[in-house]
């Protein structure tokens, strides 16, 4: 998960997608941990373990790369959130209107 | 883990090193089970999500390492399963006297 701030965002704007950034991290995470609960349940024998190892490496790898906070990219990122469920565009409220239009055309694909 | 013949075990021995290592091994398993059922209760967040991501990593390495069925270095792998009671003497009676003291003995350190 990354810092850093919108170069040419304004401070509110900053705001409301950090906000937004920062609710999907944590959806993204609580989704995680309530697999991982769901496939400890069934373990049963080693392969059975190393499954959840391999699962947990793809998903780490999945949400590290996902979750890019930098300017590039992050109309995209939103788009793939909404698109995901993991963010709503009410929860995008407050970006200008080109973004959101944008956001919401792409999380349309 | 691993398959495979102890060159200069007779059959019998064989037999119980395999049913002693097969032993071993799922007890390993077992409580690396209850370790990540564990773990997965107290989850709370991404970092708790990736240090149960690296524990299973480390414990994968550990355990395919340690559960290595060659003949070089066998009695080595029962005693430190002894060492670490994953196994018990009693379940490699039927090996030779001579091969029973080196791993009592190791197991000892």
Redesign the interface.
Known sequence: ?SDGTLEGWTDSEQAVARNAFDRA?SRS?DH??LA??NR??Q????ES??A??DF??IE?HT?EGRFDFRVEGILFVFASLVKDQLLSLDELDGLDAEKLSKIAAMSRF
């Open positions: 998960m991290y995470i995680l941990v991982i609960r400890s349940e373990l049963s024998n080693a373990v190393w959840l190892h947990l490496s780490r949400i």
